[in-house]
């Protein structure tokens, strides 16, 4: 007997995961679990994905539906993991309260690096691995180092072609291969979920906004991110767009649709906030936007790559400035995002959807960033981010790098050219080191 347990915890996740089934991009199963999580920071007043509109119409594809925050309360999804001694013991646990006696088991997961992806893979120690990707992470590199117990065990990487020509970066330190899940057959799914909004207003054709709660990330402070909304509004109007949605985070504050809404009077804009929650693609197919406008959101680039629909971002570049630190998850994100997408107060761009780079161009660009966040884990690729720095380096480029950074790692454009040997001589850097170690102990 073989058992396939999938694990999601989003409506958009477990989307892709039934558009890889409908594809075929799974073996033949005699049982398919889907074991979701609910990852909210406090998950017993939030929603989970089985609670979701539109869950049902995902959940055929699945024989039964197993509730991870159940199994493993009163600990939360995010935070616990097994301990080694006891991973017999919860594998045995498991098997019986799940049903699964000797099944041969797989295990399809997402976000591989953190719990409860990593915990679920430690506990079936034997269990092949599919890694799924929903969003823009999947281009840029593994944000952890993975136990090669655990990394060795992942056959490949499934993920939407939401940037056509670039090719995913993440877990190929274990040559782990990427595959596409047909854009056709997802959002073949994606319209199942149509009926969901019925109860969303009947709006044609209005600029989008869209609100991701970044403060919750602690990426922007909530006075900035209002700012950020109330920015996107005016930029749409500009534009010289008079119907005006915004779809806030299922997560954020009410007070920062009051405040745009306050906004929206004082310059005389249509502006309707939703409280459905819905995904931002039944949108796409119930109002056909005339234009989508947000942050560095993954639906920006479903909007643009699977839906045809004109989008802008705008708030990118002081992003990649302040996420700390560089290696941050979220870095790749932003890069893609500002480095393909028209900026909302440069009309022309918007106007003609001039994309800011080709796919050759993003690839190199996506490749020497992921080397400079992730330099221990793909040190093969140290050449290429040599190469793209030495040839590419100019005033727009510069943002998607920290000098800082290029000098620690010894990489190109660190120092001016005449002082280039500093960072590669070695008793230079242990010099710095000794004297960074003296600073810090001074002031300690």
């Given at each position: ?11 958009y996740g477990t989307a892709t995961l039934a558009a890889a089934v409908d594809a075929g991009c799974f ?418």
């Open positions: 007997m073989r058992t396939q347990i999938f694990m999601a915890s989003t409506l073996r033949p199963a005699d049982r398919r679990v889907l074991l979701v999580s609910n990852n909210a920071a406090t998950p017993e007043t939030t929603p989970g994905v089985d609670e979701m509109p539109g869950f049902t119409q995902l959940r055929g594809r699945f024989d039964d539906v197993i509730s991870w925050n159940e199994t493993i309360s009163p600990f939360h999804p995010g935070g616990w993991a097994p301990r080694l001694d006891d991973v017999p013991l919860w594998e045995r646990h498991l098997r019986l309260a799940w049903g699964l006696g000797d099944d041969d088991v797989e295990l399809v997961v997402e976000s591989i690096q953190v719990n409860p992806a990593l915990g679920l893979t430690q506990i079936f120690t034997g269990a092949p691995v599919t890694v799924y990707a929903d969003g823009l992470m999947s281009y840029g590199p593994t944000r952890n180092k993975i136990d090669p117990l655990v990394g060795t065990r992942i056959d490949r990487l499934l993920h939407l072609d939401l940037v056509p020509g670039l090719t995913p970066l993440l877990l190929t330190e274990f040559g782990v291969g990427p595959e596409i899940v047909p854009t056709a057959v997802f959002t073949d799914v994606l319209t199942e979920l149509v009926k969901t909004g019925d109860e969303l207003p009947a709006i044609d054709e209005p600029a989008l906004l869209l609100g991701q709660y970044l403060s919750a990330l602690g990426i922007l402070t909530a006075e900035e991110e209002e700012d950020l909304h109330v920015r996107m509004l005016k930029g749409a109007v500009a534009l010289g767009h008079e119907r005006i949605v915004f779809k806030p985070h299922p997560s954020a504050p009410a007070r920062w649709s009051r405040a745009l809404e306050k906004e929206a009077t004082r310059i005389g804009a249509d502006l309707t906030v939703l409280d459905t929650p819905v995904l931002a693609e039944v949108l796409y197919q119930r109002m056909r936007p005339a234009l989508v406008v947000g942050c560095f959101s993954t639906a920006l680039l479903t909007a643009s790559a699977l839906y045809g629909l004109p989008v802008a971002r705008i708030g990118t570049e002081p992003l990649l400035e302040r996420l700390t630190p560089y290696e941050n998850s979220n870095r790749v994100p932003v890069t893609i995002v500002d480095a393909l997408l028209p900026e909302l107060t440069d009309r022309t761009a918007v106007t003609e959807q001039r994309q800011g780079m080709t796919a050759a161009e993003l690839s190199e660009l996506v490749r020497a960033v992921g080397f400079a966040m992730q330099p221990k884990i793909y040190p093969d690729t140290r050449p290429g981010a040599e190469q793209y720095l030495t040839r590419r380096l100019n005033d727009h480029t510069w943002r998607y790098f920290k000098r800082r950074r290029l000098t620690s790692l010894g990489l190109p454009g660190a120092v001016p050219a005449q002082l280039a040997f500093i960072p590669r001589n070695a008793t230079v850097r242990r010099v710095a080191k000794r004297a960074r170690s003296l600073k810090r102990a001074t002031l300690g």
